[in-house]
């Protein structure tokens, strides 16, 4: 005859969920670990889309020189002309690449360095990048590399600003600025700092 095991009862017994006290402990003790999180998560969020945007302008801006100098012909970086695919913008609202720019040879050589989709040649487009607010120059409305390499301007600088993050005072952290100087050397200053001790 088979032995009844009299301690199963017991240990089923033993084997229950948690209490409702139990659980909403659980869920204030993950709720103050967030609440202490989310801050820096934050932080580090903003911090990794400007430095998407900086590697994508750094990388565009190389791209242009390189090409300038490989072709013997000027390359130009302009701010992407709202509601077209290619195309430069112009006027007062053309310092401001948050909304994408794009990287074109200039084969035609017109002086005002316009973009002309029968005559030039598209080397590079880069659309708006999420989470930015603005990307503003501080010179020239675009960069026009030269075929000996230098840029047309003199030095220039770029900033880039996250969205949500505009006053520099609180949150000098959402900021990124470039420093390009006449020779297309690029330097990255200090987090809000301007260009204004860049090299010629």
Same mark, same amino acid.
């Given at each position: 005859?088979?032995?009844?095991?009299?301690?199963?009862?017991?240990?089923?017994?033993?084997?229950?969920?948690?209490?409702?006290?139990?659980?909403?402990?659980?869920?204030?003790?993950?709720?103050?670990?967030?609440?202490?999180?989310?801050?820096?998560?934050?932080?580090?969020?903003?911090?990794?889309?400007?430095?998407?945007?900086?590697?994508?302008?750094?990388?565009?801006?190389?791209?242009?020189?390189?090409?300038?100098?490989?072709?013997?012909?000027?390359?130009?970086?302009?701010?992407?002309?709202?509601?077209?695919? %290619?195309?430069?913008? !112009?006027?007062?609202? +053309?310092? @401001? =690449?948050?909304?994408?720019?794009?990287?074109?040879? #200039?084969?035609? $050589?017109?002086?005002?360095?316009?973009?002309?989709?029968?005559?030039?040649?598209?080397?590079?487009?880069?659309?708006?990048?999420?989470? %930015?607010?603005?990307? !503003?120059?501080?010179? +020239?409305? @675009? =960069?026009?590399?030269?075929?000996?390499?230098?840029? #047309?301007?003199? $030095?220039?600088?770029?900033?880039?600003?996250?969205?949500?993050?505009?006053?520099?005072?609180?949150?000098?952290?959402?900021?990124?600025?470039?420093?390009?100087?006449?020779?297309?050397?690029?330097?990255?200053?200090?987090?809000?700092?301007?260009?204004?001790? #860049?090299?010629?």
């Amino acid at each position: 005859m088979r032995r009844r095991d009299s301690s199963r009862p017991a240990r089923l017994r033993d084997q229950r969920g948690l209490t409702a006290i139990e659980l909403m402990v659980t869920l204030a003790i993950l709720a103050i670990l967030l609440g202490i999180a989310a801050p820096s998560m934050t932080r580090f969020i903003v911090q990794w889309r400007l430095s998407n945007t900086v590697n994508a302008l750094t990388g565009s801006l190389r791209t242009a020189r390189t090409e300038a100098i490989a072709r013997a012909r000027p390359v130009v970086v302009c701010q992407l002309r709202a509601g077209t695919t %290619i195309g430069c913008e !112009t006027g007062t609202g +053309a310092r @401001d =690449f948050s909304v994408g720019w794009i990287v074109f040879a #200039n084969n035609d $050589s017109d002086a005002d360095f316009a973009y002309s989709e029968s005559n030039d040649e598209l080397l590079l487009r880069q659309d708006a990048l999420p989470g %930015i607010a603005r990307i !503003t120059l501080g010179k +020239a409305a @675009d =960069f026009v590399f030269l075929p000996n390499g230098l840029t #047309n301007s003199g $030095s220039n600088g770029i900033t880039v600003d996250a969205r949500g993050f505009e006053t520099l005072g609180t949150t000098p952290w959402a900021r990124k600025t470039l420093c390009i100087s006449k020779p297309g050397r690029i330097r990255y200053a200090a987090d809000g700092v301007d260009c204004s001790g #860049n090299d010629e």
